[in-house]
Protein backbone atom coordinates (compact mmCIF):
# COMPACT_ATOMS: atom_id res chain seq x y z
CA UNK A 1 0.00 0.00 0.00
CA UNK A 2 1.56 3.10 -0.48
CA UNK A 3 0.60 7.40 -0.40
CA UNK A 4 -1.48 8.18 2.92
CA UNK A 5 -3.33 4.70 3.68
CA UNK A 6 0.36 2.85 3.64
CA UNK A 7 1.85 5.54 5.79
CA UNK A 8 -1.12 5.23 8.38
CA UNK A 9 -0.75 1.11 8.09
CA UNK A 10 2.93 1.54 9.05
CA UNK A 11 2.49 3.73 11.86
CA UNK A 12 -0.16 1.54 13.07
CA UNK A 13 2.77 -1.03 13.17
CA UNK A 14 4.95 1.25 15.40
CA UNK A 15 2.28 1.34 18.25
CA UNK A 16 0.62 4.32 16.41
CA UNK A 17 -2.75 4.00 16.97
CA UNK A 18 -6.45 6.25 17.84
CA UNK A 19 -6.54 8.09 20.77
CA UNK A 20 -9.95 6.07 21.21
CA UNK A 21 -8.31 3.02 21.80
CA UNK A 22 -6.22 4.22 24.52
CA UNK A 23 -6.55 2.46 28.07
CA UNK A 24 -7.75 4.80 31.11
CA UNK A 25 -4.74 5.79 33.07
CA UNK A 26 -1.99 5.93 30.07
CA UNK A 27 -0.12 8.85 29.21
CA UNK A 28 0.44 9.05 25.33
CA UNK A 29 2.31 11.72 22.80
CA UNK A 30 -0.10 12.95 20.11
CA UNK A 31 2.12 11.42 16.56
CA UNK A 32 -0.55 13.14 14.01
CA UNK A 33 -4.11 13.84 12.93
CA UNK A 34 -6.08 13.02 10.39
CA UNK A 35 -8.28 15.50 10.11
CA UNK A 36 -9.79 18.59 7.96
CA UNK A 37 -8.65 22.16 8.14
CA UNK A 38 -11.03 22.84 10.68
CA UNK A 39 -10.88 19.77 12.95
CA UNK A 40 -7.36 20.28 12.79
CA UNK A 41 -7.47 24.24 13.91
CA UNK A 42 -10.10 23.25 16.49
CA UNK A 43 -7.75 20.80 18.27
CA UNK A 44 -4.45 22.93 17.23
CA UNK A 45 -6.65 25.28 19.52
CA UNK A 46 -7.10 22.78 21.96
CA UNK A 47 -3.26 21.92 22.47
CA UNK A 48 -3.73 18.57 20.83
CA UNK A 49 -1.29 19.01 18.17
CA UNK A 50 1.57 16.48 16.76
CA UNK A 51 4.00 16.38 19.86
CA UNK A 52 1.45 17.02 22.82
CA UNK A 53 1.72 14.57 25.73
CA UNK A 54 -1.82 13.86 27.10
CA UNK A 55 -3.33 11.38 30.00
CA UNK A 56 -6.59 9.44 29.31
CA UNK A 57 -8.47 9.93 32.14
CA UNK A 58 -11.77 7.87 30.96
CA UNK A 59 -11.89 6.74 27.61
CA UNK A 60 -15.43 3.75 27.28
CA UNK A 61 -16.17 3.41 24.13
CA UNK A 62 -18.26 4.50 22.40
CA UNK A 63 -18.72 7.77 24.35
CA UNK A 64 -16.86 10.85 25.15
CA UNK A 65 -12.42 10.34 25.77
CA UNK A 66 -11.49 13.13 28.52
CA UNK A 67 -7.69 13.74 28.58
CA UNK A 68 -5.39 15.76 30.76
CA UNK A 69 -3.12 18.12 29.09
CA UNK A 70 0.42 17.69 30.47
CA UNK A 71 2.67 19.80 28.54
CA UNK A 72 -0.65 23.00 28.59
CA UNK A 73 0.07 23.99 25.41
CA UNK A 74 -3.00 25.79 22.73
CA UNK A 75 -4.65 28.68 22.84
CA UNK A 76 -6.23 28.23 26.02
CA UNK A 77 -3.90 28.33 28.82
CA UNK A 78 -4.82 26.91 31.69
CA UNK A 79 -8.00 24.58 29.87
CA UNK A 80 -6.33 21.39 30.18
CA UNK A 81 -9.17 18.87 30.29
CA UNK A 82 -11.02 17.99 27.69
CA UNK A 83 -13.51 15.97 26.17
CA UNK A 84 -13.03 14.56 22.20
CA UNK A 85 -16.46 12.45 21.21
CA UNK A 86 -15.55 9.03 20.21
CA UNK A 87 -15.76 9.95 16.39
CA UNK A 88 -12.66 13.04 16.71
CA UNK A 89 -11.34 10.87 19.07
CA UNK A 90 -10.71 7.99 16.34
CA UNK A 91 -8.64 10.70 14.54
CA UNK A 92 -6.09 11.65 16.99
CA UNK A 93 -3.20 9.23 16.76
CA UNK A 94 -1.07 8.53 19.69
CA UNK A 95 1.87 6.58 20.59
CA UNK A 96 1.64 5.21 24.30
CA UNK A 97 4.96 6.35 26.42
CA UNK A 98 3.60 5.49 29.79
CA UNK A 99 0.86 4.19 31.96
CA UNK A 100 -0.74 5.41 34.86
CA UNK A 101 1.78 8.10 35.85
Given at each position: ???????????????????????????????????GRGL??????????????????????????????????????????????????????????????
Amino acid sequence: MTGRWGALRRAWGEGVKPLAYVKEGSTVEVVYVIAGRGLARRLAEMGITQGAILKVLRSMSPGPVVVESVNRGGALPGWNRIALGYGVARKVMVREIGEGH
